[in-house]
């Protein structure tokens, strides 16, 4: 679709005629089938009465509620989430940064293998590539093979299960979006305005701090705010390369919903889950932008 397309389509929208409400009509059916229908069960849900284990009673209470935020359990729960979130996204993000600059200044093959490269892990499955780690980090997987034989560890270490390898995992699935948030508005980037600060005394570690990273901001925070939800609500690396000590609110709500049929618990905790990322991702957009309605630049 051509710019002159977009603009006509922006105008019928606009003017709010029998046209636009025509092309926004699918979108919103959509929306309202797949989104906001399951989460008003859900909320419904979450005010039911427990009854015996596995039943629920028809009900308007927040029993479910008050259950939540009284557990210790939880709480150490949401605390471990929210760390792992923290710890996975700055991981991510610092290296989506420098991955992403280098597909910026590369050109031709080496442009194209580093954007290939990135966009391939999104063509496998999630649960396998996160299964994939496993022999990789296992006490007798090739890691400690390959530190073992170069003399850098003297006895294996426990990458998985354990921390490290649930940060890991949930950093490789995390990085391509935060690649390509980033990537795409660095790609709009005028180099000229790098080079100018170098021609005024500015050192390369420099104008990348003063100059492209500003400029990358709204990237930045898009790969924040989409590493850090994904995180938080972690379940597949977590569930593969973590121990029972590397449980997240994720893992919890599926065992209610699953495994102990604790529909309106699991319904709770979701939505608290829901309202306490939401936010935090609203003051995290606040902070590197300076805005909440959107994110120029991307």
């Known amino acids: 679709m051509s710019e002159s397309t977009f603009a006509w389509l922006g105008e019928r929208i606009k003017r709010r005629d029998a046209g636009s409400v025509f092309l926004i009509a699918p ?26 284990p596995g039943f629920y009673q028809p009900a308007w209470t927040l029993e479910a509620y008050r259950a939540v935020l009284a557990s210790g359990l939880y709480r150490d729960l949401v605390v471990f989430s929210f760390k792992l979130g923290v710890i996975a996204t700055v991981v991510a993000v610092s290296l989506a940064l420098f991955y992403a600059y280098a ?32 022999p990789l980090l296992a006490p007798n997987g090739v890691l ?42 660095l790609s709009t980037l005028d180099w000229d305005t790098v080079e100018a600060a170098r021609d ?22 898009v790969a924040t705010v989409v590493s850090f939800a994904w995180s938080v609500g972690a379940y ?16 919890e709500i599926e065992s209610l919903m699953l495994t102990q049929f604790d529909y309106p618990t699991g319904a709770a905790f979701s939505l608290l889950m829901l309202a306490a990322m939401l936010v935090v991702s609203l003051g995290v957009m606040r902070l590197l932008t300076g805005s909440i309605g959107g994110v120029e630049g991307v």
């Not at 194209?112 to 996160?130: N, Y």
């Not at 294996?156 to 980033?182: D, E, K, N, R, W």
């Not at 597949?236 to 973590?242: D, K, R, V, Y």
């Open 27 to 52: 979108l919103a059916a959509f929306e309202l089938v797949f989104f906001v229908v399951p989460f008003l069960i859900l909320v419904r849900m979450s005010l039911n009465a427990n009854a015996d």
């Open 103 to 134: 597909a910026y200044r590369a050109d031709g093959l080496r442009k194209s293998l580093l954007l290939f490269s990135i966009i391939l892990p999104l063509l496998t499955t999630l649960v396998v590539k996160t299964y994939a780690w496993r």
């Open 144 to 185: 400690n093979d390959v530190l073992l034989g170069v003399g850098l560890i003297g006895s294996p270490i426990q990458f998985a299960p354990g921390i490290v390898g649930t940060v890991i995992g949930q950093v490789y699935i995390v990085f391509p979006y935060a690649v390509l948030s980033i990537y795409s508005v």
């Open 200 to 221: 005024l005394g500015a050192s390369r570690p420099r104008s990348f701090l003063e100059v492209v990273v500003p400029e990358a901001l709204p990237g930045i925070a």
């Open 236 to 251: 597949a690396a977590p569930s593969q390369l973590g121990s029972g000590a590397q449980t997240t609110f994720a893992m």
